[in-house]
Nanobody, 122 residues
Framework: QVQLVESGGGLVQAGDSLRLSCTAS????????MGWFRQAPGKERQFVAA????????YDADSVKGRFTISRDNAKNAVYLQMNSLEPEDTAVYYC???????????????WGQGTQVTVSA
């Protein structure tokens, strides 16, 4: 019932920044905790960051801690991922998703976006 569309990906150099957006339609995302995941070629989908329904609690993966920040604006029905100090290892397709509870587990998420490609060159 909720559709998610990611945007903001692109090709950047190591050390650059990107801001990914996830815009929802069909239903307000204020009912959901939200998360960002990524999948690199040949690798399993990996947790990146999660945020509670009100934005009061966040989690992020050790690999991105201190560099990435998840945020949300329920009035705009949107979630964001600010990505700083990007590294080639961050290259992946990035997805946003909804969950009933704030979680690091991909199997607890229901609705998923189509993904946006982030490529970081050395």
């Amino acid at each position: 019932q909720v559709q998610l569309v990611e945007s903001g990906g692109g090709l950047v150099q190591a050390g650059d920044s990107l801001r990914l957006s996830c815009t929802a339609s069909g239903r307000t995302i204020s009912n959901y905790a939200m998360g960002w995941f990524r999948q690199a070629p040949g690798k399993e989908r990996q947790f990146v960051a999660a945020i509670s329904r009100t934005g009061g609690r966040t989690y992020d993966a050790d690999s991105v801690k201190g560099r990435f920040t998840i945020s949300r604006d329920n009035a705009k029905n949107a979630v964001y991922l600010q990505m700083n100090s990007l590294e080639p290892e961050d290259t992946a397709v990035y997805y946003c998703a909804t969950s009933w509870r704030t979680s690091l587990r991909s199997d607890e998420y229901g609705y998923w976006g189509q993904g946006t490609q982030v490529t970081v060159s050395a």
